[in-house]
C-alpha cells in the first residue's frame, strides 16, 4: 500500500495545474484561430455578395477627402447616405441593357 505524504500530494496539485494551464492554453490559441478563420470568412462574404459595399465607399471617399484639408479644393466629394448609395447603384445597374440578344 503506497502512503502519499503532504509533499508528494502537493507535486501532484502543481503537476495537474501545469496540464491544465497547458490544455486552456492550447484550447485558447485553437479558439483564437477559429475566430480570426470565422471574421476572415465573414468579411470575405460580404466582401463578394455586396453587403459592405456602402462600407467600403465611405472608406474611400473620406481617404480621398483628407488629402485636400486646407489645400483649398472646394470640391471634396460629400458622402452620400446609404440609402442614396444604394438607389444610384440599382440606377446604375438596371439602366443599360443587360442581355445577349
Not at 475566430?35 to 465611405?58: H, M, P, T
Request: proline share 0%; aromatic share 10%; glycine share 6%.
Amino acid at each position: 500500500m503506497h502512503r502519499l505524504t503532504m509533499a508528494a500530494v502537493g507535486n501532484l496539485e502543481s503537476a495537474g495545474n501545469k496540464l491544465f494551464a497547458l490544455r486552456e492554453w492550447r484550447f485558447g490559441r485553437v479558439r483564437e484561430k477559429l475566430i480570426r478563420i470565422l471574421r476572415s470568412y465573414w468579411w470575405w462574404q460580404r466582401q463578394v455578395s455586396g453587403d459592405a459595399a456602402y462600407e467600403n465607399y465611405v472608406r474611400r471617399a473620406a481617404r480621398r477627402s483628407s488629402g485636400h484639408v486646407g489645400c483649398g479644393h472646394d470640391n471634396v466629394e460629400k458622402i452620400a447616405s446609404a440609402e442614396q448609395f444604394y438607389l444610384e447603384r440599382l440606377r446604375r445597374e438596371h439602366s443599360r441593357v443587360n442581355r445577349c440578344c
